[in-house]
């Protein structure tokens, strides 16, 4: 389980990347398209931002968000 995280983390911080300026809305449905998304859901707001609190404790990596 742990391994699935870590991987939506690595996951995220490369499409943040890729596409640099980019929505919560547009990451959810690039989620839902990603082949380590085993349900097939979007990546609820909450999960998101829970997400992004876990990077920045693993990585040190801080992903701001302009509402």
Do not use: P, Q
């Not at 809305?25 to 990603?34: D, G, M, N």
């Amino acid at each position: 389980m742990a391994k699935n995280y870590f991987n939506r983390y690595v996951w995220l911080i490369n499409t943040i990347n890729r596409h640099g300026r980019i929505s919560r809305e547009e990451i959810s449905r690039l989620w839902k398209r990603s082949s380590l998304n085993d349900t097939g859901e979007e990546l609820c707001e909450r999960a998101f931002h829970n997400h992004r609190e876990a990077i920045l404790d693993t990585f040190g990596i801080e992903i701001k968000c302009d509402r």
